[in-house]
Nanobody, 119 residues
Framework: QVQLVESGGGLVQAGGSLRLSCAASGSISSIYAMGWYRQAPGKQRELVAI???????NYADSMKGRFTISRDNAKNTVSLQMNSLKPEDTAVYYC?????????????WGQGTQVTVSL
């Protein structure tokens, strides 16, 4: 089991910045990737960014150049720096970790944090 606690989020004007953080606890040795997803009203949950234990990063196309994901393996945290925010970035953002769970893998999710970008 992995427990996730998110922080950050809130209300910001378009063009502004926010930083999200997520701390993992529990069976952290089984984590191989940490990341963020988001879900806007009426839409499916989508990948924002993900980073592996080795430091490889992957971003959704619409976030490239604006968002930066980072990970502190010593503290078991993952952060998302969001710059140049747009109203269409408004969504609930979820922290996600992927773990090895023999014979396959498993996902754990945070409770979600609201990000609202106003004009």
């Amino acid at each position: 089991q992995v427990q996730l606690v998110e922080s950050g989020g809130g209300l910001v004007q378009a063009g502004g910045s926010l930083r999200l953080s997520c701390a993992a606890s529990g069976s952290i040795s089984s984590i191989y990737a940490m990341g963020w997803y988001r879900q806007a009203p009426g839409k499916q949950r989508e990948l924002v960014a993900i980073i592996t234990s080795g430091g490889s990063r992957n971003y959704a196309d619409s976030m490239k150049g604006r968002f930066t994901i980072s990970r502190d393996n010593a503290k078991n945290t993952v952060s998302l720096q969001m710059n140049s925010l747009k109203p269409e970035d408004t969504a609930v953002y979820y922290c996600n970790v992927k773990v090895w769970a023999s014979p396959g893998t498993a996902d754990y999710w945070g409770q979600g944090t609201q990000v609202t970008v106003s004009l």
